[in-house]
């Protein structure tokens, strides 16, 4: 258990609507990334916040958006599904702004799938 | 454009033998790399990682191998166990930018 969690576990909805997915960082953790694993791809940064601020900003659709609370929880809202954003997403967390020389612990996902 | 290649989609090793994971890279600023495990219906967890200074880290069973002029790095595990069938990701970054994942190597240690 890497003290990350995920809500839900799976989701699924239809095209045209709308999802938030909720990750609550380990204890302690400042920083909280998002992650998406589509079919054989490897897992695509989508953005990352640190102590409730954008710091990074990866492949992340417009449809998509994030933010990161005060009490260090994150959701990310996808709009306007497409058959596409069907995925699993991951959030990580790590103690510190930069990913240098240290590693992110990740939570086990929520898997969305779009029908 | 995929930064970081893993072209081995899957690998098949028997127990007590070692298993040999590649993976290449393009960025020649990448600086940090790291191999992550993911067992289905979980989250990677971090393995093992090395910086650019450096050209072999070890850990336990796992080692891992550096070869920036190749931009190739290797994770290597010995003696394989039926426990480490997993899937493998390599990841890199540069300068504490984002981190850039291979696509995976599925691991399946045969008892």
Known sequence: ?????????????????????????????????????????????????????????????????????????????????????????????????????????????????VT | DQQVKQNSPSLSVQEGRISILNCDYTNSMFDYFLWYKKYPAEGPTFLISISSIKDKNEDGRFTVFLNKSAKHLSLHIVPSQPGDSAVYFCAASAFGNQFYFGTGTSLTVIP
């Open chain 1, 1 to 113: 258990d890497s003290g990350v969690t995920q809500t839900p576990k799976h989701l699924i909805t239809a095209t045209g609507q709308r999802v938030t997915l909720r990750c609550s960082p380990r204890s302690g953790d400042l920083s909280v990334y998002w992650y998406q694993q589509s079919l054989d791809q490897g897992l695509q940064f989508l953005i990352q916040y640190y102590n409730g601020e954008e710091r990074a900003k990866g492949n992340i659709l417009e449809r998509f958006s994030a933010q990161q609370f005060p009490d260090l929880h994150s959701e990310l809202n996808l709009s306007s599904l497409e058959l596409g954003d069907s995925a699993l997403y991951f959030c990580a967390s790590s103690p510190r702004p930069a990913t240098s020389f240290y590693e992110q612990y990740f939570g086990p996902g929520t898997r969305l799938t």
